[in-house]
């Protein structure tokens, strides 16, 4: 018998709507329903693609006794963290702060008032390496409350008292400005991997937002040490495990310094971050290798993630069936020598483990290898190589691995990951002449519109199959769409998207912001959790707080709106803060401040959209520049940039301002493309 899970549009509630557990939904039924019958609410919080999340599940949720020792003495809810980040991030704050350490499946026990008093990640059937069991857990978290109910309150008040104790001090007045820029940079040099790229040690994750401060400072500064290590790390990557060698596409991390043995989910956001850093890697050095992971990331994102709407899923799983029909993580990812002779035959095997580093001994689980590129850290080196041969054994292998049995896809649209896309794939169509992928990110943006935006251009966080979820956007949601829609009017010359763009800002204005220029995570007029979150750190995705401050830069260039600067200066106070402590932790902002530090360019092309001067305002590397083309009457309407800019001598012309000083308008794509350049001494001149 399903749950009330079974009405929910999360695909990761719908996967526990058949549990024993009587779950619910996070609502104020559920705490109600705890206070009538007097009992703690047990909180699970997960998502789809989290290995451990069904791990617990199979032992614990679908165990009948487990379940109905839950349903007695517990209201159970369960959580999906992608579509309420704000109640994932309220309870993780708490789980740290006890515990030291924070995680998926996250395990909360609360009052009926949401009041935290015990906490958890992932317990085990049976007690194992110093922790108790999910049973004795549930035993002893029913017997406090029922024979030490004042100290369960006692805590739970001292827990709720302590985080609403940490005020956040976002920075004091001022912006980054040169001095905190380059302590950031020592503070990068100093956890740079020089032997394998990236930064720190295991696991180790794909530093996206870090790599594109480094482009932006290396384009603004001409320091050469960060465009090394972003061309080496992104190098390394390229070559490594953690990246798709067959199908194109990243996995969320690598589990060992190398980057040999990913994480095998695929999460939407690192490709759409990652999609994007390559894409302005070549931009910066026209490496091949960049553009080829720009494209076939592009291609994986539009192939294995694109919903029939249009938006794009979250994510794929890591665990699929092996061969012998047993859930287990890789599977559909990892090849033994064995395999590659079952496909390709005796020669072409011996190829191609040398080639792909597959080895007797594998490189991954039971004899199994994850695929790498020669010249990756710790892969084969296969000497010359021919590439058709290459070619042929690729599109085998990859047509064998077509026959496995699929990961899971997750299959929920959120709208900050489209947004991330969107800016990839239309500035990658439009660095690489595809214009197919400019239409597959025009399709995304146009869902966000006609689904998560409404009549109220207030956004939803989340839809599935084309029904909006019930959850109200987040700042990252706000911010990310506007970039992406930024980033879309830029490459198609639609002024429709900074006007969309425009209505989503001055939401973050109204209802975002706070005193001295902080942000908050939720609306002034979300739900009242027991602490309203706040964080301004970049982890797997940029924070909401650097992406709005980003994309209100973006948006006071394209329109000469004084508030929307303002209130990115006074957003920039946190990574002035944070910029030179923990430079790995505020990439995103890092970058912003670039932008800020460069102007941004404001880069006017009277002209035709796709035309030579167009384009080579696309491919500015000054950072955070913004592009605004079109020509005819109309077109200082759809963008404030291109009013009273006239073309000389009836040529296509463009004009480069900064600071409120423009250099002299050009008809010469040359010209132009020296202004843009972004090193000192290509200042566009009074």
Known sequence: MANRLAQTTSPYLLQHADNPVDWWPWSPEAFEEARRRNVPVLLSVGYSSCHWCHVMAHESFEDDVTAAYMNEHFVSVKVDREERPDVDAVYMEAVQAATGHGGWPMTVFLTADGEP?????????????????FRQVLEGVAAAWKD???????????????????????????????????????????????????FGGAPKFPPSMAVEFLLRHYARTGAEGALQMAAATCGAMARGGIYDQLGGGFARYSVDREWVVPH?????????????????????????????????????????????????????????EDA?????EGAYYVWTPAQLREVLGEDDAAFAAAYYGVTEEGTFEEGASVLRLPGGTGAVDAGPVDAGRVADVRARLLAAREQRPRPGRDDKVVAAWNGLAIAALAETGAYFDRPDLVERATE????????????????????????????????????????????LAAVTGEGAWLEFAGFLLDVVLEQFTGEGGQLYDTAHDAEQLIRRPQDPTDSATPSGWTAAAGALLSYAAYTGSEPHRTAAEGALGVVKALGPRVPRFVGWGLAVAEALLDGPREVAVAGPVGGELHRTALLG????????????????????LLVDRPLMGGEPTAYVCRHFVCSAPTTNAGELAAALAGRPGADPAP
């Open 148 to 198: 030490r109910r004042d100290e369960v309150a006692e805590v739970a008040g001292r827990i709720v008292a302590d985080l609403a104790g940490r005020s956040l001090v976002h920075g004091g007045d001022g912006v980054p400005g040169e001095s905190e820029v380059a302590q950031a940079l020592v503070g990068l040099t100093r956890e740079y991997d020089e032997q394998h790229g990236g």
């Open 444 to 487: 995304a943006a146009d869902l966000l519109v006609r689904v998560h935006l409404g009549e109220v251009a207030r956004l939803t966080r989340t839809s599935k199959d084309g029904r909006a979820g019930g959850n109200a956007g987040v700042l990252e949601d706000y911010g990310d769409v506007a970039e992406g829609f930024l980033a």
């Open 117 to 133: 008093f015990y906490f958890g990640t992932y317990f085990p059937p049976e007690a194992r390496h110093g922790s108790p069991s």
């Open 324 to 328: 012998d029909g047993r859930h287990v």
């Open 621 to 640: 590397r000054a950072p955070g520049a913004v592009v605004a083309a079109g020509e005819g009457p109309g077109a200082g309407a759809e963008f404030p």
């Open 264 to 320: 095998f989910e695929k999460m939407l956001y690192d490709n759409a971050l990652l999609c994007r850093v390559y894409a302005h890697l070549w931009r910066a050095t026209g490496s091949d290798e960049a553009r080829r992971i720009a494209l076939e990331t592009a291609d994986f994102m539009v192939r294995e993630l694109r919903t029939a709407e249009g938006g794009f899923a979250s994510a794929l799983d890591a665990d699929s």
